[in-house]
T-cell receptor, first 114, second 111 residues
Framework: NAGVTQTPKFQVLKTGQSMTLQCAQD?????MSWYRQDPGMGLRLIHYSVGAGITDQGEVPNGYNVSRSTTEDFPLRLLSAAPSQTSVYFC?????????????FGPGTRLLVL | GNSVTQMEGPVTLSEEAFLTINCTYT??????LFWYVQYPGEGLQLLLK?????DKGSNKGFEATYRKETTSFHLEKGSVQVSDSAVYFC??????????FGTGTRLQVFP
């Protein structure tokens, strides 16, 4: 199993550009989520999904969109990047079988918005 | 609201020293408590967890006890190694998929 994979690993954007951060898991997990990690602030939940076709907002959703068309994939879209979105982004998943609260994290995407 | 507070780092220790990283929480009811570890350049991974009061989670020589009376879940290890150098996150959850994280504590262990 590859677990949770994220692409790209690094990305530099200019203000106003758009991009999609990819996340995929091969553990058949129902739950997937996106966090951002900023210095001194820990991880903050952006969006999450409890299953295909179902998404909801987390703590810091503004400026981000998500969709969940399949169980495996949960892309995060930045429609118009801003410098405040410079951060490290982590995707995570969990499943009923392993305990919903135990989340598996991807390696992260480091994003710099100029 | 629910929150997690961790001691600020970095925590700097020599190899084989005793480690304590403090974590306290504010929550209503009875959350589950977690320690996640992030090694350099990697994502977070679960280190240990406890789901009810007085439970002790343990893994890789690390331990933490769920103390309801002091709302704490301090992480301890009797003898740290250089390979333990990482960022440690305390977190809580209410039997859901959503985790609330502390700000993280960086541990640096020197030979």
């Amino acid at each position: 199993n590859a677990g949770v994979t994220q692409t790209p690993k690094f990305q530099v954007l200019k203000t106003g550009q758009s991009m999609t951060l990819q996340c995929a898991q091969d553990m058949n997990h129902e739950y997937m989520s996106w966090y951002r990690q900023d210095p001194g602030m820990g991880l903050r939940l952006i969006h999450y999904s409890v299953g295909a076709g179902i998404t909801d907002q987390g703590e810091v959703p503004n400026g981000y969109n998500v969709s969940r068309s399949t169980t495996e994939d949960f892309p995060l879209r930045l429609l118009s990047a801003a410098p405040s979105q410079t951060s490290v982004y982590f995707c995570a998943s969990s499943g009923l079988a392993g305990g919903r609260e135990t989340q598996y994290f991807g390696p992260g995407t480091r994003l710099l918005v100029l | 609201g629910n929150s997690v507070t961790q001691m600020e780092g970095p925590v700097t220790l020599s190899e084989e020293a005793f480690l304590t990283i403090n974590c306290t929480y504010t929550a209503t009811g009875y959350p589950s408590l977690f320690w996640y570890v992030q090694y350099p350049g990697e994502g977070l991974q679960l280190l240990l967890k406890a789901t009810k009061a007085d439970d002790k989670g343990s893994n890789k020589g690390f331990e933490a006890t769920y103390r309801k009376e002091t709302t704490s879940f301090h992480l301890e290890k009797g003898s740290v190694q250089v390979s333990d150098s990482a960022v440690y996150f305390c977190a809580l959850s209410y039997n859901t998929d959503k985790l609330i994280f502390g700000t993280g504590t960086r541990l640096q262990v020197f030979p």
